[in-house]
């Protein structure tokens, strides 16, 4: 063997040809070789170098690149580590891209093709089939945000049938097109909402899009009479998504905001419950408890089984005559804040003047005289304080009642039964939160028969076109408890139960997190409380002046 020297070669030779070491020029001056020659060709461990910084090294078999190697390309920073045949990659290998990413398997034509793993600058990871570079097959696909994807892909994208596990639980087992859901398959989403039926690129077939209330858009009850709500979860064009279950929904209420005027006494009201009104189709409205009759049926058994547990209306019944007696004088009465107009001399109500007080007379020179008493003011500890301390404690014991229960739709439907609005118990110091009463219910419910004179008994302070809160009228005015309690009963029926008046239901989209990220918009409908229907007791016959005297 010898050493040759030539212009392009320099290394060792045999018979005049290069064979051994040795380093050759091409003369295109972009190539260099440096290895390994046999018999004038490149066999065995070599290096090709190119002038653009590339260069392979590796194992060369009759001049061929073939066999296992290392290549850089400079322009793009990619390298691989691998099987070569015929200067190409083929075979199992690992190409490590300039941006991150990592692929590990199988190639063919330089190209990845047959089973490997590729792995995302993100930190994605896809296993599975590739074809013509293309993932191509049965694979899976880890993604960066933690879900996983294992089925069907067609030219890189997931189609045909396959699974989609999501972080957050959510999983979707059907049919795949163009990366989207696309045939029949169903969702159990991670709010519990659950779709199975047919998807249209990545949307259900027949989606959700409102909330509809099919009971009475306005609904007359009696305070005491329980009510239901049953809505559906509707498309766009009004079909009931029925391949939908357990969306969540809530259902709350509420009674007409008002900006009180100065020194009105609603003012404090809106002040103390530091709440943004909420808009609804009728009027901006602030919330109002909602329970179920269930629950009160509990506590009014309670006040049944021990008056004293809080749980009891919090006023004593009276005595049928007495209150029959009460009735009558009450009608007489008018209830306007006009009729509690302080006296001139004494700065008190009117009708608080007594014997006695600074000047107690009355406009036409006469001496007032109080009020005739129903009952001694020693038994008024007995009656409820109107806006006194022992209302104040009947609330500490009577809690508002717990709110009513969200609940899943099944099939698209729910029904919300058995609901009631409760009364809510006054502190005394603020008026309670109470849907204004319209002058025609008011007038229908709260009055009955004519005052002297043909005319009509109603609240004065009530406008035509407007409502005024019943709240504005002074019960601490009213010297009498007894009275007073008349009085309120009249104004406002039972207030174990919500006041007589306007209230807004209100049906919202709950699910958390909302399903396919979009909350529906609420759903809306009124319920009107009418003062509770009274059955009217046959009366005795009164006793004729004669018979008293003969009684005498």
């Known amino acids: 063997m010898s050493v040759g020297r030539e212009n392009a070669y320099v290394g060792e030779k045999r018979t005049h040809l290069r064979h051994g070491y040795g380093v050759y020029k091409y003369p295109n001056q972009f190539f260099r070789y440096e290895g390994e020659w046999k018999h004038g060709k490149k066999h065995g461990h070599g290096k090709l170098l190119m002038a653009d910084g590339s260069f392979y090294e590796g194992e060369f078999i009759n001049g061929e690149i073939e066999g296992h190697g290392f290549r850089k390309w400079a322009a793009s920073g990619n390298t691989y580590s691998g099987q070569f045949s015929n200067g190409e990659l083929n075979g199992y290998g690992v190409m490590n891209y300039h941006n991150g990413s990592v692929y590990e398997g199988e190639f063919q034509c330089n190209k990845k093709e047959g089973r490997g793993v590729m792995k995302y600058e993100d930190g994605a990871i896809y296993e599975g089939l590739f074809h013509n570079n293309l993932r191509h097959g049965e694979g899976s696909l880890t993604s960066s945000n933690g879900d996983r994807y294992i089925g069907d892909w067609v030219r890189d994208s997931r189609q045909g049938s396959g699974e989609l596990h999501c972080k957050d639980g959510s999983v979707y087992d059907g049919q795949w097109r163009n990366d989207l859901f696309n045939g029949a398959g169903t969702l159990i989403h991670s709010s519990g909402v659950t779709y199975e039926g047919m998807w249209i690129n990545g949307r259900p077939a027949v989606e959700a899009t409102r909330i509809v209330i099919t009971s009475e858009e306005c609904q007359e009850l009696s305070q005491d009479a329980p009510f239901s709500v049953s809505v559906e979860i509707q498309s766009g064009d009004g079909q009931v998504v029925t391949d939908e279950q357990g969306r969540e929904l809530s259902i709350t209420a509420g009674f007409k905001h008002q900006i009180p005027g100065q020194g009105s006494p609603l003012l404090a009201l809106i002040e103390d419950l530091d709440e943004t009104p909420v808009t609804t189709p009728y009027y901006d409205v602030i919330n109002y408890p909602i329970t179920e009759y269930s629950f009160l049926e509990e506590r009014l058994k309670a006040s049944e089984d021990d008056p ?245």
């Open 308 to 552: 004293s547990s809080g749980a009891s209306d919090l006023t004593p019944p009276a005595n049928d005559e007495v209150t029959e007696a009460l009735a009558e004088s009450v009608a007489d009465l008018d209830l306007n804040d006009n009729d509690y107009q302080p006296d001139a001399a004494t700065g008190k109500p009117e009708d608080m003047v007594k014997p006695g007080d600074d000047d107690g007379e009355e406009a036409d020179g006469t001496t007032g005289e109080s009020l005739p008493e129903i009952c001694s003011t020693d038994d008024t500890d007995t009656v409820l304080d109107l806006g006194g301390e022992h209302e104040r404690a009947a609330v500490t014991e009577s809690p508002i009642p717990p709110s009513v229960a969200n609940i899943r739709s099944e099939a698209g439907r729910i029904m919300f039964q058995g609901l009631i609005l409760p009364g809510l118990p006054s502190t005394g110091e603020t008026p309670l939160p109470v849907s204004p009463l319209s002058n025609s219910s008011l007038s229908e419910k709260s009055t009955k028969g004519k005052a002297k004179g043909g005319k009509s008994r109603a609240v004065k302070g009530v406008q035509d076109d407007a409502t005024t809160p019943t709240d504005q009228v002074n019960f601490e005015k009213i010297k009498d408890p007894k009275v007073a309690k008349i009085k309120r009963e009249r104004l406002y029926g039972d207030e174990r139960f919500a006041r007589p008046g306007e209230y807004v239901i209100i049906v919202s989209d709950v699910t958390e997190p909302p399903f396919l990220d979009i909350r529906l918009p609420p759903a809306y409908c009124q319920i009107k409380v009418l003062h509770p229907r009274k059955v009217k007791k046959d009366k005795p016959p009164a006793k004729s002046k004669s018979n008293l005297k003969t009684a005498e």
